[in-house]
């Protein structure tokens, strides 16, 4: 099965920054693009920014500038560099792999990992 580990959560104070990582179990199969969601209780999750196999980058309007995605092919590993954060950033934070399998695609989430921003 896929297994994606979410690391590197915490609490920091507005303006900070931390940088969250996710490593997926196994390198044999086929993933396209992995991800960050976020959602904080009582909201909707939301897509921050997510990484395609050949690079591409797409970001939410409210984290451009901020954040910025990366992603290790060898390790199988995508990164959320997140800088000048703000107490609206406040969420659990999932990652998340399409990953194809005898030709179809399915998602993989990870466990989830908390991010707080205080004041």
């Known amino acids: 099965q896929v297994q994606l580990v979410e690391s590197g959560g915490g609490l920091v104070q507005a303006g900070g920054s931390l940088r969250l990582s996710c490593a997926a179990s196994?390198?044999?199969?086929?993933?396209?693009?992995m991800g960050w969601y976020r959602q904080a209780p009582g909201k909707q999750r939301e897509l921050v920014a997510d990484?395609?196999?050949?690079?591409?980058?797409n970001y939410a309007d409210s984290v451009k500038g901020r954040f910025t995605i990366s992603r290790d092919f060898a390790k199988n590993t995508v990164y959320l560099q997140m800088n000048s954060l703000k107490l609206e950033d406040t969420a659990v934070y999932y990652c998340?792999?399409?990953?194809?399998?005898?030709?179809?695609?399915?998602?993989?989430w990870g466990q989830g990992t908390q991010v707080i921003v205080s004041a």
């Open positions: 990484i395609s196999s050949g690079g591409s980058t």
């Open positions: 196994t390198r044999f199969f086929s993933i396209d693009v």
């Open positions: 998340y792999a399409d990953v194809m399998i005898v030709g179809v695609t399915y998602d993989y």
